[in-house]
C-alpha cells in the first residue's frame, strides 16, 4: 500500500518534467495495479493520462482491460467495458479482449455467453481471432464437437473467415488427442487446396501422435516432406524429440543424430537430455559417455536435469558410488539438485555408512578370531 502512495507521489514529480511519461509506462502501471488488485487504483490512474497529454481513447481502454483480464479480474473488465461503452464505442478488438479473458480463465459458460454477445453485436462482426479464441478454448475444455462445428462451418465455401493455420493446428491436435487421426490427417490434406499453408506446428502435432501409436511409416513420410519443402515446415529440434521418444534401439539414435546435422538442425540440451536418458535406460555406457562429452563440447551442458538423470539412472543400475560422485560434482558446479535427488543421496549415504559399519565388525570378528 505504502508504495502505491509513493507512486502518486512520484507520478506529481514527473508531471513537472515534460516526455518523462508515455504510453509503455502507463501500460506497465495498469499492469501493476491489475497484479496488486487495485482495480479503483488502475482506473483512476488510467483517466490521469489527460495530465500528461496523452489521448484518453479506445486504443487506452483496450490496455487497461488487457490489463484487468492478464490477472484474472474479467468479470470486472466487463463491467467496466459495458458501463464506458458510450465513452469508448466497442469495437472487435476490445470484444476479442474480454473473450480471451473468461477462455483463458476457462471459464467456457461464460465465454459461450459472451461469444453470443459477440456474434448478435450489430456494430461490429467476430474475426478470424475472435474465432481461433473460442475454438481454442473449447478444444482445451473437452468440447471438440462444439469446436468442429464452429470450424466447419468456417470450412464450408462462401463462408467471409477461412481457418488459417492456428485455427487448423488448434483442431488437427484436438482430434489427434482423441485418437480421431484420420480425421486429423482429412483436414491436413485438404489445408493446400483451401489456401492455408500448414507450418512446422502442423506436421509437429501430427508426428507426435503418430509416434504415440508407432505408425513410424507415415511418421517418416511427414518428415521427408517437412525436410523439402524448409521455410516454416523445416524441421526443428521438438520434431526429432518427438522421434527420440519412439526409439527402440541405440542405432536409431545415432542415426537421427546425422539426419539432423544434414539437415542443420541443432541439438538443444532438450534434445541431449532426452538421448542420455535414452542411453540411460538401455545402459549404453558409451552413448552415455559420448552425449556427455557432446554436451560439454558444445556448451549446452550439462545441467540440473542431465545430472539428475545421472544420478538416478546410475543408482537403479546398482552403481551407487558413480551416483555419488555425479551428485558431488554437481554441487562443485554450484547446480542445485532436485528434492527428490537429495532424498535419493541421503539413502545413499545411509546404505553406505551401514556397508561401512558391517566391514568393521567383521574385521573386528577376524582380529578376535586371531587372537584366540
Known sequence: ???????????????KREGVVDERTFAVLMHRYASAHKLKGAIKMFYR??????????????????ALCRYKHVEEAESLFH??????????????????????????????????????????????FTYGIFINALTKAGKLGSALKLFRGMWKKGFTLTPDVAICNCIIDALCFKKRIPEALD??????????SPNVVTYNSLIK?????????????????MEQMKGSCEPNSVTYNYLLK????????????????????????????????????WNH??????????????????????????????????????????????????IIP???????????????????RERGNKCEVVVINCNS
Open 49 to 66: 493520462r489527460r495530465e500528461f497529454g496523452l489521448e484518453v481513447d479506445s486504443a487506452a481502454f483496450q490496455t487497461l482491460l488487457l
Open 209 to 225: 501422435h503418430l509416434c504415440h501409436i508407432q505408425r513410424m511409416e507415415k511418421v517418416y513420410k511427414l518428415l521427408e516432406e
Open 187 to 196: 483436414i491436413f490434406g485438404k489445408m493446400n487446396e483451401r489456401g492455408c
Open 246 to 281: 519412439s526409439m527402440k534401439k541405440p542405432k536409431d539414435v545415432f542415426e537421427l543424430l546425422e539426419r539432423m546435422e544434414t539437415y542443420g538442425c541443432k541439438v538443444t540440451s532438450d534434445t541431449y537430455n532426452l538421448i542420455l536418458k535414452l542411453f540411460m535406460y
Open 83 to 128: 458501463e464506458k461503452i458510450e465513452e469508448f464505442p466497442p469495437d472487435i478488438k476490445t470484444l476479442n479482449i474480454i473473450l480471451n479473458g473468461w477462455c483463458v480463465l476457462g471459464n467456457v459458460r461464460e465465454a459461450k455467453r459472451f461469444w453470443k454477445d459477440v456474434v448478435s453485436y450489430r456494430r461490429c462482426k467476430p474475426d478470424i
Open 1 to 15: 500500500m505504502k508504495r502505491f502512495e509513493q507512486l502518486d507521489q512520484v507520478f506529481d514529480e514527473m508531471l
Open 338 to 356: 532436485e528434492p527428490r535427488t537429495i532424498l535419493l543421496m541421503k539413502d545413499i549415504e545411509t546404505t553406505m555408512k551401514k556397508r561401512e
Open 285 to 334: 555406457a558409451d552413448g552415455i559417455r559420448s552425449t556427455w562429452i557432446e554436451m560439454e563440447k558444445n556448451g549446452v551442458g550439462p545441467d540440473q536435469r542431465s545430472f539428475t538423470i545421472m544420478v538416478h539412472g546410475l543408482y537403479k543400475q546398482g552403481k551407487k558410488e558413480e551416483a555419488l560422485w555425479h551428485f558431488n560434482e554437481m554441487k562443485t558446479k554450484g
